[in-house]
């Protein structure tokens, strides 16, 4: 089974705490600066969430898949949105990024639920 | 100096006639998928567009910037919200995409003129 | 374990009606295309398989890798050839195709038994 | 234009001699690896050469297609046997392909003449 | 739970036994090379494992990043020159590498207890 | 020919100006974030520059490739060392990235006259 979003959430968090125990000061910059990026400005959050998703599809990605779509929903991007930024990832990146359409249909079924 | 709008074009449509003259029924097929993607649906030409410039920033693919540029320009795209495209585009891509942030950037400018 | 064809296939099949049960009219009309381009023509199916798989080795899909192999041995690739293919990759791609080898060799150990 | 297959080799050849000249013995060894991995095996040279056009184009790399290209055309390979090979590679890897897509056909057109 | 560095090295072991009981003389030579490359030189064996880790970190693949943390540590990499070589890579390659640095990390903290 | 380091720089900071005169906060401490990656920590700028530069060889950046080499040449790399972090490279990335050493290493020859 796709990992649900709890569980996603919770692997994520425990990663990241590896991560900013350990890194120094540059890392930690970067990640401020990754969660700065996706402020609303001439383009709003979502837009900017559905631009990940995008990016993070044709880099073939999952755990920045789970966590765009994560943002994108919470965001108010619907099901034909979300549909429509996938669908650009694969034709853009062909049919390598199937696998990853997978697991996003699936993972974006679960959110719904949860 | 980085190419004008005019000499990619032709430089393109030059490109694609040797496609298209030699290729068989799939090629062909795929080429006007790739037309229909960006059609206006749940979300609008301009938003797609601005997905395949950042999804063609992270895949570090100039003649592919240059294409998106020219179209999201075309459906209203303003600089700020270009900027703000590719910006996601160097948060998820890294530093590896600045030269093609340079290029991008550069041939924006040269679009107004032409 | 590397998963087994039987559950390897299950599980696409279930991504499969996850995206074909949300996706719009294009993702609909690249499964189509991504299918027909295997039919044989100037080349055999057999050859564009392994195509398909040494493209997906090098660009280290395993799902994709899985897919190919099915297919390939269905169409009556032998190990040498496989081996071949994936060897090809190995070069162009280097070694951080290698867990990818170790993936195919065994699934394709497995598929015999299926 | 497009790159003759005359500039092509002298450009290669030029640079093949900057990295020999100052390898040591492992990229050596790999360079005489990368030669011996096409020779007729279970599969053709000419079947090898095409998985290399192939993987050199979802990969990106229009050096790398040039000298498929040139090789895969000196063992028999026909227009239509190479317009497949690119077929699968632009279905794998999408429309980031096209611009390579672009290149190999003009460059292929260019080899019959040379 | 990240996968410890015993069930990393068994699996790894299991596949490579697949791959070199199938494979050809040039992989096989291919192996041996990839063993040859970090050997000491004008650069420390240490250095080399960790522009491995690097490259494998902004190429995302986690067994070699497992692989290059194994061998970096036995050289005698402190962490501070691990979170170093990682940081260059999420420079280079963006947040696509974060969910890499994320099991980095937590691999080589179970790395210390083995 | 291959660009010269001059000619290199000044189309980079021509290219730069573009960036961040149009560039916004984010985009700009991207910047300020890449510059301060490489300064000295439990690892010298020298080893960093190296790692830069595997990283985007096997990442295929010619730019990049000839940025890092500037830097690492300025920190004392010798030709052995530059070649010994070319060649891990080389066996990562595979021979797609032999047209990225055949320029780095004719770059470097340039940067001893310049």
Redesign the interface.
């Known amino acids: 089974m796709t990992e649900t979003r709890k569980d996603f959430e919770q692997r994520?968090d425990?990663?990241?705490e590896?991560?900013l125990?350990?890194?120094?000061l540059?890392?930690r910059?970067?990640?401020a600066?990754?969660h700065?990026?996706?402020a609303a400005?001439?383009?709003s959050t979502k837009?900017?969430e559905?631009?990940?998703l995008?990016?993070?599809t044709?880099?073939?990605?999952n755990?920045?898949i789970a966590y765009h779509l994560t943002e994108a929903t919470a965001c108010g991007a619907?099901?034909?949105?979300i549909?429509?930024?996938?669908?650009?990832?694969?034709?853009?990146?062909?049919?390598?990024?199937?696998?990853h359409?997978?697991?996003a249909?699936?993972f974006?079924?679960g959110l719904k639920e949860s």
Chains 1, 2, 3, 4, 5, 6 share one sequence.
Request: aromatic share 10%; with cysteine.
């Open positions: 994520r425990r990663g990241n590896f991560v125990s350990s890194a120094s540059t890392t910059r970067f990640f600066l990754d700065d990026a996706y400005g001439a383009l837009t900017k559905l631009l990940g995008t990016a993070s044709v880099l073939r990605c755990d920045c619907t099901r034909e949105e549909g429509e930024a996938l669908e650009i990832a694969l034709i853009v990146g062909g049919s390598i990024t199937i696998p359409l997978r697991f249909f699936e974006f079924e």
